[in-house]
Structures are given as structure tokens and as C-alpha cells.
């Protein structure tokens, strides 16, 4: 064992604030926002963060029933720890809650192994094969106002004056008026900017091959969660019956529901969730097994500057798809929406006049978490 990286602390953050305006997105209105941190502490001193995807209230304390697992290893043991952690509840959780407590304390593991030994994340990993990501903007968000138009516009300016390129739409408000929303938004925006749509599963197939074909003209890059994430056969009909690329996985787990997605050919795009699909060392096993099978891989990002520094490093090592002189790289989610916690938490990212963001170069994850925001924030 490499000196001093016996895990001595865990520790699961609380944080929660009160969104100034709420918002929506197809099945719930969000009134707060919140993150669940991991603090891992080795016995020289060295602190690993984590976090995981989904409710922070629910996630905590299944990480305080997996740490005692942890304490007195090696750290650095990351492969055997992630197996140890899934093979003891794997008769109880193999998705969902549980792998998102697991993502958590595995990104920690990761952000310790890198300041142990002095390099980022996806130096371990063997890259970087590229040092800057391409972002999009998520937003866009329902608010609780009458024109949903001029305020879906007016984010919009806003998102381009800052450099990004492509834009991701919320719909799933009903197929008559998502059709007449996403026609509108295009035209509002023009014909330029790169446009994804994302009604978060509001549809069955019916519905969404209805819409997919409607709005065919739109120039939309995907179209994100068209049906809910269990209905396999619902994807592969969408992806049959209308022409724009399908894409999904922030509600899949483990290498095992990727494997469900790619042996269907459920979906054009995998989007797993570095905070909710098992952590890092899970996703760059999905990301080969995507790259096997000649799927492209854009990873969900939704939550702090932890989650968005791990998919940073990953996106740094991801494959390109197919290799060539002129690869199409992954995209970045760049959540823009309103979150208190993550404008406190880490420093801001900065995105480039390109609409580019630079993945981290120091030692870990390379991001220092602020303690007054823990504490400020902490439920
Ligand atoms: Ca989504």
C-alpha cells in the first residue's frame, strides 16, 4: 500500500438552497436545488470529493451504511473497492439510488489517487487526447410565467453572447405545443446555432415519433429521453420511426444497463451521468464498450463543479467516434440553469470566446471545494 492513502474519514454533505424562481422540467417543478457531496479523508491528510446524482437527502445515508466497507483501505485501490461496494448490494441495488451513492465515493477515489500522485484525473486515465471541450448550454427551463417564448429567447441571446454554440430545449409539455415550441424556438434563434430538444421521457413511442417527424426540419442534433428510461422497445421504435438521432442513459446504471442499451441499439447517443452510473471508473468502461460498438458517447453533467470536473477528465480520455483526421468530438453539458450550491461550491467554469472549457490540470479532479459553502449550504 502506497504510504498514508488508508481511508480513515467519509464523510456524506447535505447541501440545499431555495431557488430564487422556480422551474420545470416534464415531471417536476423545482423549488430548491440541492448536491450530495463525499468528503474522503486519508490518513496523511489528503481529501478526495465525490457527488452524487439524484435526491442528496436519499443518497447520504447510504453512503454512511457503505463507508464502514471503506475505512482501513487503500485508496488507491479504486477496481477493488467499486467491486466490493456493487457485489454487496448488488441483490438489493443495482440501480438507481445505490449506484449513485457508489459514483460518489468513487469519484473521491479518484481525486485522491491524483493528488497522491501528483497528476489530473485524466492523466491516470492515459490522456489527455484533447485538453479543451466543446459545451452546450442546458437550460431552458419552464417558468411560471405566460410567455414562455420570450423569456426561452432571451436565455438564448444570452447563452450565445457567451460563446456557446448549441443550445439543449426542455419540452414535454404536450406534443401540440412542444411541436409548435421547438418550431418557434428555432426560428427565434435562427438557423445557425446547434439545437437539441429533451422532454425528459415525457412521451410514449406514439407520441414520439409523432413529434420527431413534425419537427423534422428543425435541424435538431437529438432528442433526448424520448420515452421513459425501461421502455427499450419504446426506443428502438423511435429510433425506427422518425429521423432524428435518439439519445439516453441518464437514468441507466453500471456497464450492465449500458450493455441492455447498446445490445439494442436502443439509442444513437449514450448520455450516462458520471454521478449517477457508477462514478468514473464505470464510465470509461461504458465508453469502451460504447466505442466497441460504434456508439457515441456525450455523458450527462447536471450538479456541482465535482461532477462537472470528473466528466471534464473523462471527456479529456473519451474515444473518438469513429477516429479520423476530422473526429467528432464529445460535447460538455453545461448547466446553466440556476443553482445557488454549485455558484458557491467550486470556482465558476470559464468557457472561451470558442464556446470551449478547458479540462482541469491539477493534481485529482484539480477543483478546491469552498468550506463556507458547505457550511452555508449544508441541510
Ligand atoms: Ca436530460
Request: with cysteine; hydrophobic share 45%; aromatic share 8%.
Amino acid at each position: 500500500m502506497a504510504r498514508g492513502t488508508r481511508i480513515r474519514a467519509i464523510t456524506p454533505h447535505v447541501l440545499m438552497a431555495e431557488l430564487p424562481e422556480p422551474f420545470a422540467y416534464s415531471q417536476a417543478w423545482y423549488r430548491k436545488r440541492g448536491a450530495m457531496l463525499v468528503e474522503i479523508t486519508t490518513e496523511d491528510g489528503i481529501i478526495g470529493w465525490g457527488e452524487a446524482f439524484g435526491p442528496a437527502e436519499l443518497t447520504a445515508p447510504i453512503v454512511s451504511w457503505l463507508a464502514p466497507l471503506l475505512l482501513g483501505e487503500d485508496a488507491l485501490a479504486r477496481e477493488a473497492l467499486w467491486q466490493a461496494l456493487y457485489n454487496r448490494l448488488r441483490d438489493h441495488g443495482q440501480r438507481g439510488l445505490v449506484i449513485e451513492a457508489i459514483s460518489a465515493l468513487d469519484i473521491a477515489l479518484w481525486d485522491i489517487a491524483g493528488q497522491a500522485l501528483g497528476l489530473p484525473v485524466h492523466r491516470l486515465m492515459g490522456g489527455p487526447l484533447r485538453t479543451e471541450i466543446e459545451a452546450y448550454a442546458t437550460g431552458f427551463y419552464r417558468r411560471d410565467r405566460e410567455d414562455h417564448l420570450a423569456y426561452l429567447t432571451e436565455e438564448a441571446e444570452q447563452r450565445l453572447s457567451e460563446g456557446f454554440r448549441s443550445l439543449k430545449l426542455k419540452t414535454g409539455w404536450g406534443l401540440a405545443e412542444d411541436i409548435a415550441l421547438t418550431r418557434d424556438f428555432r426560428a427565434a434563434i435562427g438557423p445557425k446555432p446547434g439545437l437539441m430538444v429533451d422532454c425528459n421521457h415525457a412521451y410514449d413511442a406514439v407520441s414520439a415519433i409523432a413529434y420527431g417527424r413534425a419537427v423534422a426540419d428543425c435541424g435538431i442534433a437529438w432528442f433526448e429521453e424520448p420515452v421513459p428510461p425501461e421502455d427499450i422497445a419504446g426506443y428502438q421504435e423511435v429510433r425506427r420511426g422518425q429521423p432524428i438521432p435518439v439519445a439516453g442513459g441518464e437514468a441507466s446504471f453500471t456497464r450492465w444497463g449500458f450493455a441492455e442499451l447498446i445490445q439494442h441499439r436502443a439509442v444513437d447517443i449514450l448520455q450516462p451521468d458520471v454521478a449517477a452510473c457508477g462514478g468514473i471508473s464505470e464510465l470509461k468502461k461504458i465508453a469502451d464498450m460504447a466505442s466497441a460498438h460504434g456508439m457515441r458517447v456525450n455523458p450527462h453533467v447536471w450538479g456541482t463543479g465535482v461532477a462537472l470536473a470528473a466528466s471534464l477528465h473523462l471527456l479529456a480520455v473519451l474515444p473518438d467516434n469513429p477516429p479520423g483526421l476530422f473526429p467528432r468530438p464529445p460535447l460538455l453539458e453545461l448547466d446553466r440553469s440556476p443553482h445557488p450550491v454549485r455558484d458557491a461550491l467550486t470556482a465558476p467554469s470559464v468557457l472561451s470566446a470558442e464556446g470551449r472549457v478547458a479540462v482541469p490540470e491539477g493534481p485529482g479532479l484539480g477543483i478546491t471545494v469552498d468550506r463556507d459553502a458547505l457550511r452555508h449550504f449544508a441541510a
